[in-house]
């Protein structure tokens, strides 16, 4: 049986070297997605500001140990509108004590107020809460620049949306990123001289967060918030407002049992996860700072490229393309 070394505190291109040698290769081998985000210079990270998170202290576990969970909000010019409602709620702290309502295996976990469906019971919701009509799931600002020759440049507000490699797509003409977010767009749009004027929206990826909501034209408030917990549910995206995603802690949700009742709803107040509190990040004096990896960096296009195509040890043969929720923007506590 052959014994793998570990090297202690040695560099990742160290530890090729080092694997390659015992492999009797001159040559080390290309770099692991993970090995590419480690070696990412602090230039290549951009700060997350804490005004732009929502900190979810959940009930202790039934060891006594805390659990809480970090979601950050999307920047706009997406989903303002409910961002802007959850915002007001978060203020109000409208959701301390409630709970976590319903845990769908391979789908979502929902939570909110249990008794909203009883008037009688239900919480009064903070006033002022705006109601967004259900073009609002896509954004058209975002424009395509198209230089005569070379590859589009996607612009719009400021923003630039990036590509990767192959990036077919079941659900939408293109996806990429946008300012550290897995992005889609082309759904309709008009071409104007070099300018082709389009519409996007957000992927619903593992850990991103949505609007729960009644049949249409209800879009729902942002009182009702699910986050993802299975294979990506593509099939939601522009049916439902994504807000957010899980930076941190989403192992506490995750794991939560499963409700018995249809969609995985809980059968009995008990079954149900209490929330201590939910605030935004600017009142949690002891949140930590977060960064995302830049979409934009050129240790990103390196990551993107390495998940779409394995060309490390344990691999065989390079996929050639990965599924735009197969490449998670890392996020890390600043370093």
Known sequence: ??????????????AQASAAQAAGRTKPSPLAPSEIVAAAP????????????????????AKGRPRRVV????????????????RKLAGAHW?????????QDNYVVQWGDGNAEDKAKAKPLPEGLAVM???EYTTDDLTVVVPFGKEPIFEGRKHALRNFGNNRDAYAATVGFLDGWPIAYGGGGRLVGSTFETNAWPIHCYGMVGVGRDLPPNTGTGAELYVVIGHAPRHLDRNIALVGRVIEGIEHL????RGTLPLGFYASPEERTG?????????????????????????????ADARANRRD??????????????????VRRAQ
């Open 1 to 14: 049986m052959a014994a793998l070394s570990l090297i202690p505190n040695s560099s990742p291109a160290l």
């Open 42 to 61: 602090k230039a290549d990270w951009t700060a997350i500001p804490a005004s732009d998170l929502l900190v979810m202290d959940l009930a202790p576990d």
């Open 71 to 86: 979601i950050q909000l999307l920047p706009p010019p997406f989903s303002q509108g409910w961002i802007g409602n959850i």
């Open 95 to 103: 959701w301390d004590g409630l709970s976590i309502n319903r845990v």
């Open 133 to 135: 009509p259900e073009s």
């Open 254 to 257: 995750s794991s939560l049992p």
């Open 275 to 303: 929330i201590q509190s939910i605030r935004l990040g600017s009142e949690v004096a002891d949140l930590p700072l977060y960064e995302y990896l830049s979409t934009e960096s050129e240790s990103f296009a390196k990551y």
């Open 313 to 330: 040890d344990f691999f065989i043969r390079p996929a050639g393309g990965a599924d735009i929720c197969n490449i998670p923007v890392p």
